[in-house]
Protein backbone atom coordinates (compact mmCIF):
# COMPACT_ATOMS: atom_id res chain seq x y z
CA UNK A 1 0.00 0.00 0.00
CA UNK A 2 3.17 2.62 0.63
CA UNK A 3 3.95 1.76 -2.77
CA UNK A 4 0.84 2.81 -4.71
CA UNK A 5 2.36 1.94 -8.13
CA UNK A 6 5.20 4.73 -7.86
CA UNK A 7 8.24 3.21 -5.92
CA UNK A 8 7.76 -0.31 -7.84
CA UNK A 9 8.70 -1.80 -4.91
CA UNK A 10 7.63 -5.85 -6.48
CA UNK A 11 10.32 -5.02 -8.99
CA UNK A 12 8.13 -5.19 -11.84
CA UNK A 13 8.86 -2.76 -14.52
CA UNK A 14 4.75 -1.67 -14.71
CA UNK A 15 2.17 -1.71 -11.59
CA UNK A 16 0.33 -4.93 -11.76
CA UNK A 17 -2.66 -2.69 -9.54
CA UNK A 18 -2.30 -0.44 -12.33
CA UNK A 19 -2.78 -2.78 -15.00
CA UNK A 20 -5.57 -4.64 -13.99
CA UNK A 21 -7.37 -1.47 -13.52
CA UNK A 22 -6.57 -0.95 -17.76
CA UNK A 23 -7.97 -4.21 -18.32
CA UNK A 24 -11.72 -2.86 -16.64
CA UNK A 25 -11.56 0.67 -17.84
CA UNK A 26 -13.46 1.25 -21.38
CA UNK A 27 -11.38 4.26 -23.50
CA UNK A 28 -12.73 5.31 -26.78
CA UNK A 29 -10.18 6.49 -29.54
CA UNK A 30 -10.50 10.27 -29.34
CA UNK A 31 -8.15 11.14 -31.62
CA UNK A 32 -7.67 8.92 -35.01
CA UNK A 33 -5.27 12.10 -36.43
CA UNK A 34 -2.21 13.45 -36.49
CA UNK A 35 -3.65 16.83 -36.22
CA UNK A 36 -5.50 18.16 -32.89
CA UNK A 37 -7.25 21.39 -32.44
CA UNK A 38 -8.81 22.54 -28.74
CA UNK A 39 -8.47 24.47 -25.75
CA UNK A 40 -6.03 23.45 -23.11
CA UNK A 41 -7.94 24.16 -19.63
CA UNK A 42 -5.26 25.24 -19.13
CA UNK A 43 -3.41 22.00 -18.90
CA UNK A 44 0.43 20.64 -18.49
CA UNK A 45 2.10 17.46 -17.67
CA UNK A 46 5.43 16.91 -16.79
CA UNK A 47 6.80 13.58 -16.31
CA UNK A 48 9.41 11.94 -14.22
CA UNK A 49 10.68 9.20 -16.40
CA UNK A 50 14.40 9.54 -17.21
CA UNK A 51 15.07 12.88 -15.16
CA UNK A 52 16.19 15.40 -16.01
CA UNK A 53 15.69 14.48 -19.49
CA UNK A 54 11.78 14.60 -19.43
CA UNK A 55 8.55 15.03 -21.74
CA UNK A 56 6.78 18.36 -20.95
CA UNK A 57 4.16 19.58 -22.89
CA UNK A 58 0.23 20.81 -22.81
CA UNK A 59 -2.83 19.11 -21.91
CA UNK A 60 -5.28 19.26 -24.81
CA UNK A 61 -8.76 17.91 -25.67
CA UNK A 62 -10.53 17.23 -29.02
CA UNK A 63 -12.96 20.01 -27.90
CA UNK A 64 -13.16 24.17 -28.84
CA UNK A 65 -14.47 26.40 -25.89
CA UNK A 66 -14.63 26.50 -22.28
CA UNK A 67 -12.65 23.45 -21.35
CA UNK A 68 -11.51 24.88 -17.89
CA UNK A 69 -13.75 22.10 -15.39
CA UNK A 70 -11.01 19.64 -17.21
CA UNK A 71 -7.98 20.25 -15.30
CA UNK A 72 -9.92 22.18 -12.15
CA UNK A 73 -9.78 19.86 -9.50
CA UNK A 74 -11.28 21.97 -6.79
CA UNK A 75 -14.48 21.66 -9.16
CA UNK A 76 -14.53 18.21 -9.22
CA UNK A 77 -16.01 17.63 -5.99
CA UNK A 78 -19.55 16.19 -6.34
CA UNK A 79 -18.80 14.59 -9.38
CA UNK A 80 -19.30 10.70 -10.43
CA UNK A 81 -16.45 8.87 -11.10
CA UNK A 82 -17.50 8.57 -14.76
CA UNK A 83 -17.62 12.37 -15.10
CA UNK A 84 -13.90 13.01 -13.73
CA UNK A 85 -12.85 9.91 -15.91
CA UNK A 86 -14.62 11.46 -18.48
CA UNK A 87 -13.07 15.15 -18.46
CA UNK A 88 -9.24 13.15 -18.14
CA UNK A 89 -9.59 11.10 -20.61
CA UNK A 90 -10.49 13.50 -23.43
CA UNK A 91 -6.95 15.22 -22.53
CA UNK A 92 -4.01 14.41 -25.05
CA UNK A 93 -0.85 14.78 -23.34
CA UNK A 94 0.97 16.36 -26.19
CA UNK A 95 4.83 15.80 -25.50
CA UNK A 96 8.13 16.66 -26.27
CA UNK A 97 11.54 15.81 -24.71
CA UNK A 98 13.42 18.80 -22.46
CA UNK A 99 16.49 18.71 -19.75
CA UNK A 100 14.70 20.16 -17.06
CA UNK A 101 17.98 22.09 -15.93
CA UNK A 102 18.02 23.63 -19.45
CA UNK A 103 15.01 24.06 -20.24
CA UNK A 104 15.24 26.85 -22.86
CA UNK A 105 17.64 24.43 -25.22
CA UNK A 106 13.70 23.29 -26.35
CA UNK A 107 12.82 27.34 -26.41
CA UNK A 108 9.83 26.93 -28.24
CA UNK A 109 7.74 24.33 -26.99
CA UNK A 110 8.82 25.58 -23.59
CA UNK A 111 7.50 28.63 -23.78
CA UNK A 112 4.33 28.41 -25.57
CA UNK A 113 3.83 25.63 -22.79
CA UNK A 114 4.31 28.23 -20.05
CA UNK A 115 2.10 30.56 -21.93
CA UNK A 116 -0.69 28.17 -22.19
CA UNK A 117 0.14 27.69 -18.25
CA UNK A 118 0.02 31.12 -17.18
CA UNK A 119 -3.45 32.06 -19.04
CA UNK A 120 -6.63 32.76 -16.83
CA UNK A 121 -8.78 30.89 -19.24
CA UNK A 122 -8.64 28.08 -21.99
CA UNK A 123 -6.37 28.77 -24.44
CA UNK A 124 -7.00 27.40 -28.38
CA UNK A 125 -4.16 24.91 -29.28
CA UNK A 126 -3.50 23.28 -32.79
CA UNK A 127 -1.09 20.92 -32.27
CA UNK A 128 0.23 18.31 -34.95
CA UNK A 129 2.16 15.34 -33.95
CA UNK A 130 4.70 12.63 -35.15
CA UNK A 131 2.58 9.71 -34.81
CA UNK A 132 -1.29 9.99 -34.01
CA UNK A 133 -1.87 9.73 -30.17
CA UNK A 134 -1.84 6.59 -28.37
CA UNK A 135 -1.34 5.08 -25.07
CA UNK A 136 -4.05 3.91 -21.81
CA UNK A 137 -5.33 6.52 -20.01
CA UNK A 138 -2.68 7.54 -17.32
CA UNK A 139 -3.70 6.41 -13.73
CA UNK A 140 -1.11 7.15 -10.63
CA UNK A 141 -2.27 7.60 -7.29
CA UNK A 142 -0.46 11.08 -6.85
CA UNK A 143 -1.79 13.32 -10.29
CA UNK A 144 -4.59 13.20 -11.70
CA UNK A 145 -5.80 10.44 -14.32
CA UNK A 146 -4.65 12.09 -17.99
CA UNK A 147 -5.69 10.74 -21.60
CA UNK A 148 -3.03 9.16 -24.79
CA UNK A 149 -0.27 10.84 -25.67
CA UNK A 150 2.01 11.63 -29.04
CA UNK A 151 5.46 13.53 -29.31
CA UNK A 152 4.96 17.26 -30.96
CA UNK A 153 6.23 17.96 -34.08
CA UNK A 154 4.74 21.69 -34.36
CA UNK A 155 2.66 23.66 -31.90
CA UNK A 156 0.47 27.00 -32.45
CA UNK A 157 -1.65 28.82 -29.89
CA UNK A 158 -3.77 31.97 -30.15
CA UNK A 159 -2.59 34.58 -27.76
CA UNK A 160 -3.50 33.77 -24.05
CA UNK A 161 -5.18 36.10 -21.96
CA UNK A 162 -2.71 35.52 -18.48
CA UNK A 163 -3.11 35.96 -15.23
CA UNK A 164 -1.91 39.11 -13.99
CA UNK A 165 -1.20 37.59 -10.33
CA UNK A 166 0.63 34.31 -11.77
CA UNK A 167 1.91 37.26 -14.30
CA UNK A 168 3.76 39.49 -12.11
CA UNK A 169 5.43 36.22 -9.91
CA UNK A 170 6.42 35.25 -13.28
CA UNK A 171 8.30 38.41 -13.85
CA UNK A 172 9.69 39.04 -10.48
CA UNK A 173 13.55 37.28 -10.81
CA UNK A 174 14.11 38.24 -7.09
CA UNK A 175 11.33 36.50 -5.85
CA UNK A 176 12.04 33.18 -4.23
CA UNK A 177 9.89 29.86 -5.58
CA UNK A 178 8.36 29.75 -2.05
CA UNK A 179 7.26 33.27 -1.61
CA UNK A 180 6.30 33.29 -4.87
CA UNK A 181 3.70 30.67 -4.09
CA UNK A 182 2.66 31.58 -0.74
CA UNK A 183 1.39 35.31 -2.26
CA UNK A 184 -0.44 33.75 -5.09
CA UNK A 185 -2.25 31.53 -2.29
CA UNK A 186 -3.00 34.73 -0.22
CA UNK A 187 -4.23 36.33 -2.82
CA UNK A 188 -7.14 33.90 -4.02
CA UNK A 189 -5.05 31.91 -6.46
CA UNK A 190 -6.09 28.11 -6.83
CA UNK A 191 -3.74 25.43 -5.41
CA UNK A 192 -3.86 23.39 -8.99
CA UNK A 193 -2.99 26.58 -10.51
CA UNK A 194 -0.07 27.29 -8.53
CA UNK A 195 0.81 23.90 -8.68
CA UNK A 196 0.39 24.21 -13.09
CA UNK A 197 2.41 26.96 -13.06
CA UNK A 198 5.50 26.18 -10.13
CA UNK A 199 6.02 22.48 -12.42
CA UNK A 200 7.03 24.61 -15.70
CA UNK A 201 9.41 26.90 -13.62
CA UNK A 202 7.14 29.81 -13.90
CA UNK A 203 8.62 30.83 -9.95
CA UNK A 204 12.03 31.68 -8.44
CA UNK A 205 15.50 33.40 -9.10
CA UNK A 206 15.98 34.45 -12.31
CA UNK A 207 18.52 32.17 -12.92
CA UNK A 208 17.23 29.21 -10.67
CA UNK A 209 14.04 28.33 -12.51
CA UNK A 210 13.75 24.69 -13.27
CA UNK A 211 10.73 22.75 -14.81
CA UNK A 212 9.34 20.43 -12.01
CA UNK A 213 7.71 16.88 -12.80
CA UNK A 214 4.07 17.18 -11.87
CA UNK A 215 3.94 14.84 -9.22
CA UNK A 216 6.57 16.69 -7.40
CA UNK A 217 5.35 20.29 -7.89
CA UNK A 218 1.84 19.03 -6.45
CA UNK A 219 3.42 18.01 -3.08
CA UNK A 220 5.98 20.79 -3.24
CA UNK A 221 3.25 23.47 -2.80
CA UNK A 222 0.80 21.48 -0.71
CA UNK A 223 4.07 21.27 1.14
CA UNK A 224 5.13 24.49 1.20
CA UNK A 225 1.65 26.86 1.96
CA UNK A 226 1.10 24.21 4.58
CA UNK A 227 4.42 24.47 6.47
CA UNK A 228 4.07 28.75 6.34
CA UNK A 229 0.33 28.50 7.68
CA UNK A 230 1.42 26.54 10.56
CA UNK A 231 4.26 28.01 10.91
CA UNK A 232 2.80 31.90 10.63
CA UNK A 233 -0.59 31.65 11.68
CA UNK A 234 -1.44 28.27 13.57
CA UNK A 235 1.45 27.29 16.23
CA UNK A 236 1.14 30.58 18.90
CA UNK A 237 -2.47 30.56 18.23
CA UNK A 238 -5.01 29.93 21.47
CA UNK A 239 -5.70 25.98 21.80
CA UNK A 240 -9.20 24.30 21.23
CA UNK A 241 -10.70 23.95 24.46
CA UNK A 242 -12.48 20.38 23.30
CA UNK A 243 -12.80 17.77 21.00
CA UNK A 244 -14.21 18.14 17.61
CA UNK A 245 -15.05 15.86 15.06
CA UNK A 246 -15.69 16.92 11.08
CA UNK A 247 -17.04 14.24 8.87
CA UNK A 248 -17.60 13.95 4.66
CA UNK A 249 -18.47 11.08 2.57
CA UNK A 250 -17.62 10.95 -1.16
CA UNK A 251 -17.25 8.03 -3.75
CA UNK A 252 -16.47 5.02 -1.23
CA UNK A 253 -14.45 6.97 0.71
CA UNK A 254 -14.98 8.61 4.56
CA UNK A 255 -13.31 10.81 6.14
CA UNK A 256 -13.00 12.11 9.51
CA UNK A 257 -10.60 14.80 10.97
CA UNK A 258 -10.39 14.45 14.85
CA UNK A 259 -9.09 18.17 16.24
CA UNK A 260 -7.50 17.66 20.09
CA UNK A 261 -6.81 20.53 22.87
CA UNK A 262 -3.42 20.28 22.11
CA UNK A 263 -0.38 21.83 20.53
CA UNK A 264 -0.02 21.56 17.02
CA UNK A 265 0.88 18.05 15.86
CA UNK A 266 -0.98 16.34 12.85
CA UNK A 267 -1.25 12.59 11.31
CA UNK A 268 -2.83 10.93 8.32
CA UNK A 269 -4.55 7.59 8.49
CA UNK A 270 -5.58 5.64 5.58
CA UNK A 271 -7.70 2.12 5.93
CA UNK A 272 -7.77 0.53 2.67
CA UNK A 273 -10.14 -2.29 2.21
CA UNK A 274 -9.39 -5.78 0.36
CA UNK A 275 -10.20 -5.04 -3.21
CA UNK A 276 -9.33 -1.72 -3.31
CA UNK A 277 -6.93 -0.69 -5.72
CA UNK A 278 -3.98 -0.20 -3.50
CA UNK A 279 -4.75 -3.21 -1.59
CA UNK A 280 -6.29 -5.57 -4.60
CA UNK A 281 -5.62 -9.21 -3.43
CA UNK A 282 -5.01 -9.36 0.56
CA UNK A 283 -8.03 -10.48 2.64
CA UNK A 284 -6.98 -7.97 4.96
CA UNK A 285 -7.40 -4.41 5.92
CA UNK A 286 -4.46 -2.53 4.57
CA UNK A 287 -3.37 0.35 6.81
CA UNK A 288 -0.60 2.97 6.53
CA UNK A 289 0.00 6.24 8.58
CA UNK A 290 2.46 9.07 9.29
CA UNK A 291 3.10 12.20 11.63
CA UNK A 292 4.70 14.73 12.59
CA UNK A 293 5.04 16.81 15.89
CA UNK A 294 4.99 20.61 16.82
CA UNK A 295 8.57 20.65 14.91
CA UNK A 296 7.53 19.08 11.63
CA UNK A 297 9.26 16.77 10.17
CA UNK A 298 12.67 16.67 7.62
CA UNK A 299 11.89 13.83 5.73
CA UNK A 300 9.47 13.01 2.97
CA UNK A 301 5.91 10.98 4.32
CA UNK A 302 6.14 7.55 3.82
CA UNK A 303 2.81 7.36 3.01
CA UNK A 304 2.98 10.03 -0.28
CA UNK A 305 1.57 13.26 -1.58
CA UNK A 306 -1.76 12.51 0.35
CA UNK A 307 -0.20 13.16 3.64
CA UNK A 308 0.69 17.23 2.40
CA UNK A 309 -2.84 17.74 0.58
CA UNK A 310 -4.25 16.76 3.68
CA UNK A 311 -1.90 18.91 5.68
CA UNK A 312 -2.89 21.74 3.33
CA UNK A 313 -6.44 21.58 4.10
CA UNK A 314 -6.30 21.24 7.86
CA UNK A 315 -3.42 24.40 8.23
CA UNK A 316 -5.79 26.42 6.14
CA UNK A 317 -8.89 25.22 8.31
CA UNK A 318 -6.75 26.29 11.46
CA UNK A 319 -5.58 29.20 10.26
CA UNK A 320 -9.05 30.66 9.28
CA UNK A 321 -10.36 30.17 12.63
CA UNK A 322 -7.03 31.77 14.60
CA UNK A 323 -7.22 28.25 16.62
CA UNK A 324 -3.97 25.90 17.17
CA UNK A 325 -5.14 21.90 17.54
CA UNK A 326 -3.49 18.94 17.50
CA UNK A 327 -4.73 16.66 14.64
CA UNK A 328 -5.80 13.12 13.57
CA UNK A 329 -6.96 12.70 9.69
CA UNK A 330 -8.76 9.78 9.08
CA UNK A 331 -9.69 7.79 5.66
CA UNK A 332 -11.32 5.17 5.09
CA UNK A 333 -11.43 3.64 1.78
CA UNK A 334 -14.47 0.65 0.43
CA UNK A 335 -14.37 -1.63 -2.37
CA UNK A 336 -16.42 1.00 -4.68
CA UNK A 337 -13.64 3.72 -4.79
CA UNK A 338 -11.98 1.29 -7.31
CA UNK A 339 -9.50 3.95 -9.81
CA UNK A 340 -6.60 6.35 -8.63
CA UNK A 341 -8.10 9.78 -9.06
CA UNK A 342 -4.99 11.92 -7.71
CA UNK A 343 -4.42 13.40 -4.35
CA UNK A 344 -6.91 16.11 -4.69
CA UNK A 345 -9.45 14.02 -3.05
CA UNK A 346 -7.67 14.20 -0.12
CA UNK A 347 -7.36 17.90 -0.11
CA UNK A 348 -10.85 19.19 -1.21
CA UNK A 349 -12.67 16.07 0.69
CA UNK A 350 -11.15 17.19 3.99
CA UNK A 351 -11.77 21.13 3.00
CA UNK A 352 -15.48 19.73 2.60
CA UNK A 353 -15.82 18.23 5.68
CA UNK A 354 -14.68 21.07 7.45
CA UNK A 355 -17.49 22.97 6.30
CA UNK A 356 -19.82 20.59 7.81
CA UNK A 357 -20.91 21.43 11.46
CA UNK A 358 -18.44 19.54 14.10
CA UNK A 359 -19.46 16.80 16.32
CA UNK A 360 -18.00 17.98 20.01
CA UNK A 361 -17.09 16.68 22.78
CA UNK A 362 -15.31 17.16 26.29
CA UNK A 363 -13.39 13.90 26.74
CA UNK A 364 -10.90 11.71 24.52
CA UNK A 365 -13.05 8.72 25.33
CA UNK A 366 -16.55 10.23 23.76
CA UNK A 367 -14.71 11.17 20.69
CA UNK A 368 -12.94 8.07 20.13
CA UNK A 369 -16.65 6.30 20.86
CA UNK A 370 -17.49 8.70 18.24
CA UNK A 371 -14.59 7.40 15.92
CA UNK A 372 -15.64 3.97 16.89
CA UNK A 373 -19.50 4.88 15.52
CA UNK A 374 -18.48 5.68 12.07
CA UNK A 375 -15.65 3.66 11.10
CA UNK A 376 -16.09 0.03 9.79
CA UNK A 377 -12.27 -0.53 10.47
CA UNK A 378 -12.23 -1.55 14.89
CA UNK A 379 -11.01 1.60 16.83
CA UNK A 380 -8.11 -0.64 18.29
CA UNK A 381 -6.69 -0.96 14.59
CA UNK A 382 -6.93 2.95 14.56
CA UNK A 383 -5.12 2.85 17.81
CA UNK A 384 -2.62 0.65 16.67
CA UNK A 385 -1.93 2.38 13.80
CA UNK A 386 -1.29 5.68 15.20
CA UNK A 387 1.35 7.25 16.91
CA UNK A 388 -0.57 10.50 18.36
CA UNK A 389 -3.78 8.23 19.35
CA UNK A 390 -1.26 6.12 21.30
CA UNK A 391 0.33 9.21 22.73
CA UNK A 392 -2.79 11.21 23.72
CA UNK A 393 -4.13 8.31 25.35
CA UNK A 394 -0.57 7.55 27.09
CA UNK A 395 -0.89 11.23 28.39
CA UNK A 396 -4.37 10.89 29.59
CA UNK A 397 -3.28 7.76 31.60
CA UNK A 398 -0.53 9.61 33.11
CA UNK A 399 -2.24 12.75 33.99
CA UNK A 400 -4.81 10.64 35.98
CA UNK A 401 -2.37 8.93 37.80
CA UNK A 402 -0.76 11.64 39.06
CA UNK A 403 -4.11 13.49 40.30
CA UNK A 404 -4.48 10.71 42.65
Partial sequence: MICRGNRMLCGKSRCSAILKLYSLLKTEKIVNSERLVGSSPPGVFIGRMGYPHVYAGPLVPPVLGDTSVYDAPEQWLGKTVDEIIGFRTNLVRAKFRVNVTKPFQNQNFVEKTLEITMAKEPVETEVVFKNKPSGNLLLDGEVQPMGPSAVVRNMEIETAKFDSKIEKAYGDGDLRAEEAVMQLFKNGVSVSKIQRAFSVGAFGLKNQRRIVPT?????????????????????????????????????????????????WRYEWIEAWYPGTVWNPKSQNIAMGADWE??????????????????????????SKIGRQAGVIAMREIYPSFIVPLGVWINRESVREAFKNEPSNYSSLKDALDHVRSRFAVSLDNWIQTSTLLKDFLYQERLTKYLRK
Fill in 215 to 263: RWSITAVDSAISRDLIDEQVKGKPIINEYMIYEFNYLGNRFLVLLTPSS
Fill in 293 to 318: GYHGRKTYASIGGCYYAVRLAVAEFL
